[in-house]
């Protein structure tokens, strides 16, 4: 194992504090079980992120055609 040191708010750190009081467990456990649970919801496997798996980010359609991109881009640039 790696150490890590993670900044929580105030308030977070008492609830999660008081959880493992509860549990008699480590507050690392729990901090770990719930990565853990983290990764395995969101697709996470155990090979390396590699450049070709880049987040791909979808930010709607283009709502000019081509022609008019270039001056469109430069707007600002000509209103100086």
Known sequence: MQKLQILFPEPQLTRLRGIAKREDRPVSELV???????????????????????????CGDILINSENLRSIANDDRNQL
Request: negative net charge; charged residues 35%; glycine residues 4%.
């Open 32 to 58: 770990r079980n719930a990565v853990e649970f983290w990764l395995s919801r969101n697709g996470s496997d155990s090979k390396e992120m590699v450049s070709e798996d880049a987040p791909i980010y979808r």
